[in-house]
């Protein structure tokens, strides 16, 4: 069965529909027990430094003393991972880095840094459009944060993930993610993680949870700001208990290249829920901003994907349950909600201007 709910034309007068179905409770969901474990405690204060130095990206430790230096921003990142304890902070100057081999953190509680009050002045890119062959940056290990850096897949055709998060505690900050062929950031089997304030544009999906005979478990996406993505603004897939709150969303989509062929007839998404070889249970959607500025070029505001029915999803029995839609806010779409199959879902509280 396949439910629409506000189809919008363009050329209709402009109103407000306030929907109000009082299924559960509609009072907004708390995240206070998503990050309640103790943090690891410092060893250290020691910080390695990473700047650009001629035609090279040398990294050096709190005494200036040379670590390493390469032209791939990578190989410096990784010297510096092999080294790192607890307690450690990474601070990337200001400049242009290349990656031809992807850049990997295993470490607990470290703190990378850019510069957060100006995200573009430090950049991560991928070398060419075949370099690196896997992601930008991937980070593992447990509480840590990055903060302050543009990753730029540069329309990369091989790496899928630029941004690669794992692991458990670990937080994304005010980051910007650019020119990904597929996804801008995707976490993979973490639990705990947050992804805050950041900055996603011109890829397939703006954010993306997805787990492979795992969840993506007790997560926060909130605060974002999501432009021109194919596909999808931000896309769950089997997730746990994850609440994607206070994020804006307008993709006008004017800049993608296509990757795959056969997304080239789809509509843009901007919340996109769905299941493939695990179920999405507890997904809470509040205080979300889902417009199009320019009209018409996202199609659908939310769509909630229950059964077999696409040709690229492979479900299990168990899929989707216990979802919530609270104070969301929906403008300018051709549809503001889609959902095919069945749902334990509550929606409260949504405007829908047409």
């Given at each position: 069965?396949?439910?629409?709910?506000?189809?919008?034309?363009?050329?209709?007068?402009?109103?407000?529909?306030?929907?109000?179905?009082?299924?559960?409770?509609?009072?907004?969901?708390?995240?206070?027990?998503?990050?309640?474990?103790?943090?690891?405690?410092?060893?250290?204060?020691?910080?390695?430094?990473?700047?650009?130095?001629?035609?090279?990206?040398?990294?050096?430790?709190?005494?200036?003393?040379?670590?390493?230096?390469?032209?791939?921003?990578?190989?410096?990142?990784?010297?510096?991972?092999?080294?790192?304890?607890?307690?450690?902070?990474?601070?990337?100057?200001?400049?242009?880095?290349?990656?031809?081999?992807?850049?990997?953190?295993?470490?607990?509680?470290?703190?990378?840094?850019?510069?957060?009050?100006?995200?573009?002045?430090?950049?991560?890119?991928?070398?060419?459009?075949?370099?690196?062959?896997?992601?930008?940056?991937?980070?593992?290990?447990?509480?840590?944060?990055?903060?302050?850096?543009?990753?730029?897949?540069?329309?990369?055709?091989?790496?899928?993930?630029?941004?690669?998060?794992?692991?458990?505690?670990?937080?994304?900050?005010?980051?910007?993610?650019?020119?990904?062929?597929?996804?801008?950031?995707?976490?993979?089997?973490?639990?705990?993680?947050?992804?805050?304030?950041?900055?996603?544009?011109?890829?397939?999906?703006?954010?993306?949870?997805?787990?492979?005979?795992?969840?993506?478990?007790?997560?926060?996406?909130?605060?974002?700001?999501?432009?021109?993505?194919?596909?999808?603004?931000?896309?769950?897939?089997?997730?746990?208990?994850?609440?994607?709150?206070?994020?804006?969303?307008?993709?006008?989509?004017?800049?993608?290249?296509?990757?795959?062929?056969?997304?080239?007839?789809?509509?843009?998404?901007?919340?996109?829920?769905?299941?493939?070889?695990?179920?999405?249970?507890?997904?809470?959607?509040?205080?979300?901003?889902?417009?199009d500025s320019k009209e018409?070029?996202?199609?659908?505001?939310?769509?909630?994907?229950?059964?077999?029915?696409?040709?690229?999803?492979?479900?299990?029995?168990?899929?989707?349950?216990?979802?919530?839609f609270l104070n969301n806010?929906?403008?300018?779409?051709?549809?503001?909600?889609?959902?095919?199959?069945?749902?334990?879902?509550?929606?409260?509280?949504?405007?829908?201007?047409?």
């Amino acid at each position: 069965m396949t439910i629409n709910l506000g189809k919008v034309r363009s050329k209709r007068p402009v109103f407000f529909m306030l929907i109000f179905v009082c299924i559960l409770s509609t009072s907004v969901i708390s995240n206070s027990g998503i990050f309640n474990a103790p943090q690891v405690s410092a060893a250290t204060t020691y910080t390695y430094t990473i700047s650009v130095e001629g035609s090279n990206y040398v990294a050096r430790n709190t005494a200036g003393t040379l670590i390493t230096s390469s032209t791939d921003f990578g190989t410096v990142f990784n010297a510096i991972n092999a080294k790192l304890v607890s307690g450690n902070t990474v601070s990337i100057k200001a400049g242009t880095y290349l990656v031809s081999t992807g850049a990997k953190l295993t470490k607990t509680n470290i703190a990378i840094t850019g510069d957060p009050t100006n995200p573009s002045s430090t950049t991560v890119r991928a070398a060419s459009k075949s370099t690196p062959t896997n992601y930008l940056f991937q980070m593992g290990g447990s509480y840590n944060t990055i903060q302050g850096i543009t990753f730029d897949a540069n329309k990369n055709t091989v790496i899928s993930p630029q941004f690669y998060l794992l692991g458990s505690y670990n937080t994304v900050k005010n980051n910007r993610f650019i020119n990904a062929l597929q996804y801008n950031l995707e976490t993979s089997n973490a639990d705990h993680f947050q992804i805050l304030d950041n900055y996603a544009t011109n890829s397939q999906y703006g954010i993306a949870t997805m787990g492979f005979n795992s969840w993506s478990t007790n997560g926060l996406i909130s605060g974002n700001t999501i432009t021109d993505c194919q596909s999808a603004g931000i896309k769950i897939r089997n997730a746990l208990d994850v609440v994607v709150e206070n994020n804006y969303i307008d993709t006008a989509y004017v800049q993608y290249i296509e990757r795959y062929s056969y997304h080239s007839n789809e509509g843009m998404t901007g919340l996109y829920l769905s299941v493939s070889d695990g179920p999405s249970v507890n997904i809470t959607f509040q205080n979300n901003r889902v417009i199009d500025s320019k009209e018409n070029k996202i199609t659908r505001g939310v769509f909630m994907e229950n059964q077999n029915t696409a040709y690229w999803l492979s479900l299990t029995s168990v899929r989707m349950s216990n979802i919530k839609f609270l104070n969301n806010y929906f403008s300018g779409l051709y549809y503001s909600i889609i959902t095919t199959g069945s749902f334990n879902t509550l929606q409260a509280n949504t405007i829908i201007l047409r």
